[in-house]
């Protein structure tokens, strides 16, 4: 039986003083959670701080993402251009170790609504969570590969070079400390989709009573911890409807 994991990800209020905007007309700026400091080597001098990094949003245009959340180092992963996902939390590794063929791995940020004006944007109300896109597992086997330690080439297997920032900025700022594990997931890139426009399914972090009833999903709050939800059809159905005419496919990794 196939099932859905739902994944938090995104900046938080935590580490980046702030959140993702979401705007009136239904559109949002993806901003990452910043790179773990235990694998940041170059804090910094490195070319992935917020400051540097072009708002894609067309509502932004001129913007960084350091309009909306502290300087730090971002951490783009998941990513949604060729689908990829980085773990390090031990905490999370063993069951997205378990994901199967067709399993879905939902990935939800917090967003706060900006009302846009003529010469600003207003903060308006609470923060929401928001579905801002899904990976479709093809194939387990291949698509999921556990590493261990500083990364090595010849050790990825299906990952290609470029797809991943772990791997792709291995010899700049980024290093897997020694005995720490990386999980990395590959989505099935025809089926994963980043939505350009997010799916609401909690108020603040609890969630909506239809996606408790009509996902199989736990009433309680969803903070960090990897969500379970059963009713994997119904799931399915509901985010291709979503996400049809509503992939955000002019996002690439910054």
Same mark, same amino acid.
């Given at each position: 039986?196939?099932?859905?994991?739902? +994944?938090?990800?995104?900046?938080?209020?935590?580490?980046?003083?702030?959140?993702?905007?979401?705007?009136?007309?239904?559109?949002?700026?993806?901003?990452?959670?910043?790179?773990?400091?235990?694998?940041?080597?170059? /804090?910094?001098?490195?070319?992935?701080?917020?400051?540097?990094?072009?708002?894609?949003?067309?509502?932004?245009?001129?913007?960084?993402?350091?309009?909306?959340?502290?300087?730090?180092?971002?951490?783009?992963?998941?990513?949604?251009?060729?689908?990829?996902?980085?773990?390090?939390?031990?905490?999370?590794?063993?069951?997205?170790?378990?994901?199967?063929?067709?399993?879905? +791995? *939902?990935?939800?940020?917090?967003?706060? *609504?900006?009302?846009?004006?003529?010469?600003?944007?207003?903060?308006?109300?609470?923060?929401?969570?928001?579905?801002?896109?899904?990976?479709?597992?093809?194939?387990?086997?291949?698509?999921? +590969?556990?590493?261990?330690?500083? /990364?090595?080439?010849?050790?990825?297997?299906?990952?290609?070079?470029?797809?991943?920032?772990?791997?792709?900025?291995?010899?700049?700022?980024?290093?897997?400390?020694?005995?720490?594990? *990386?999980?990395? /997931?590959?989505?099935?890139?025809?089926?994963?989709?980043?939505?350009?426009?997010?799916?609401?399914?909690?108020?603040?972090?609890?969630?909506?009573?239809?996606?408790?009833?009509?996902?199989?999903?736990?009433?309680?709050?969803?903070?960090?911890?990897?969500?379970?939800?059963?009713?994997?059809?119904?799931? +399915?159905?509901?985010?291709?409807?979503?996400?049809?005419?509503?992939?955000?496919?002019?996002?690439?990794?910054?």
């Amino acid at each position: 039986m196939n099932c859905a994991l739902i +994944l938090k990800v995104g900046a938080n209020l935590k580490d980046n003083q702030g959140l993702s905007p979401i705007f009136n007309d239904g559109t949002y700026e993806y901003i990452p959670s910043p790179l773990e400091k235990e694998f940041n080597k170059n /804090i910094k001098h490195n070319h992935k701080h917020y400051s540097k990094l072009n708002c894609q949003n067309s509502l932004l245009h001129g913007m960084h993402l350091s309009s909306f959340v502290d300087e730090g180092t971002a951490h783009f992963d998941p990513e949604f251009y060729s689908f990829t996902y980085g773990e390090t939390r031990k905490t999370h590794i063993p069951r997205l170790k378990e994901l199967n063929d067709d399993d879905l +791995l *939902l990935f939800c940020a917090s967003l706060q *609504l900006y009302e846009t004006t003529e010469q600003n944007f207003l903060l308006n109300g609470s923060p929401h969570l928001y579905v801002i896109g899904y990976f479709i597992i093809e194939n387990a086997m291949q698509d999921i +590969l556990e590493l261990k330690g500083p /990364i090595i080439e010849e050790k990825l297997g299906n990952f290609k070079t470029s797809c991943n920032e772990h791997i792709i900025y291995k010899d700049q700022h980024i290093v897997t400390p020694e005995k720490k594990s *990386l999980l990395l /997931i590959q989505g099935d890139s025809h089926r994963s989709v980043f939505f350009k426009k997010p799916l609401r399914i909690a108020e603040e972090c609890t969630p909506l009573p239809k996606y408790v009833k009509d996902w199989k999903m736990q009433k309680s709050k969803i903070n960090d911890s990897i969500r379970v939800c059963l009713n994997y059809s119904q799931i +399915l159905n509901d985010l291709e409807k979503h996400g049809k005419n509503n992939h955000w496919t002019e996002w690439s990794i910054p």
